[in-house]
């Protein structure tokens, strides 16, 4: 019964009058409380496209694919990770209330093999369109990163980003081509897939340890400062273990006829 009351768990098995205390300290032993996840809906042609793109890569070297995806954090942190466990007669800190989570900042990061690249910020006001995403590729991955790399790393690499219109645009698509981004170096994408990019568990873990304890920020520079150092307290292995899920994934996809697979 996912995400069902302990009353409801409880009233299951004919099991009435325990009070709800008892009923939660029972359950912990064999259950978390969990929100349900939110992803976008599929339909018959995302589950067809989902699996022709498992099938297309089943036997690529995801050793040599970049992941790449953008993330937005803000002051507050995502809502309902605020919670946990106090003494008793211990009173529960005070949070701020902010419209929109006090604002926040935009962070781009890529990750390949065992290594990350970034995270590089986006300015702040910066709307990110087809020019601006370009642009901010140039100032970032390519100069800080890319151009460092072998002739032998960049012939082998392959690109990966998602399908927003600033990554999918004829613009974007054209500039990368005369970075020598194009064809099969440039990894094609099926629609409402986060749970096939990896990157998704890396943005899972910087969060986790940028708002443990339910931590705020006073200031945009302060929460990126945060996810800079979460950033370089994840190791190769951790990394490592995220590029090299990407056989299961497709194989999970497959599987599931194009279905959402667990993360």
Known sequence: MPLATSLAIFQSCNITGVPKSTRCAILRDMA?????????????????KRQDWA???LKTDFSKVLWTDEMRVSLDGPDGWARGWIGKGQRAPVRLRRQQGGGGVLVWAGIIKD??????????????????????????????????????????????????????????????ARKGIKE?????????SPDLNPIENLW????????????????????????VA?????????????????????????????????R
């Open 32 to 48: 978390k409380v969990r929100k349900a996840e939110r992803r976008p809906p599929l339909n018959k042609t995302h589950k067809l």
């Open 55 to 57: 099938k297309k890569y």
């Open 115 to 176: 290594e990350l690249v970034g995270p590089f910020r986006v300015e702040d006001g910066v709307k990110l369109n087809s020019q601006s995403y370009c642009q901010f590729l140039e100032d970032t991955f390519f100069k800080q990163w890319y151009r460092k790399k072998s002739a032998s790393f960049k012939k082998n690499m392959i690109f990966m980003q998602g399908n927003a219109p600033s990554h999918a645009s004829k613009y974007s698509t054209a500039w990368l």
């Open 184 to 192: 099969e170096k440039l990894m094609t994408w099926p629609p409402c």
């Open 204 to 227: 899972s873990i910087i969060k986790c340890e940028t708002y443990k304890e339910g931590k705020q920020y006073t200031s945009l520079n302060s929460v990126w400062e945060a996810v």
């Open 230 to 262: 979460a950033a370089r307290n994840v190791d190769g292995e951790q990394i490592k273990t995220l590029t090299e899920s990407m056989d299961g994934r497709l194989l999970s996809v497959l599987a599931k006829k194009g279905g959402y697979i667990g």
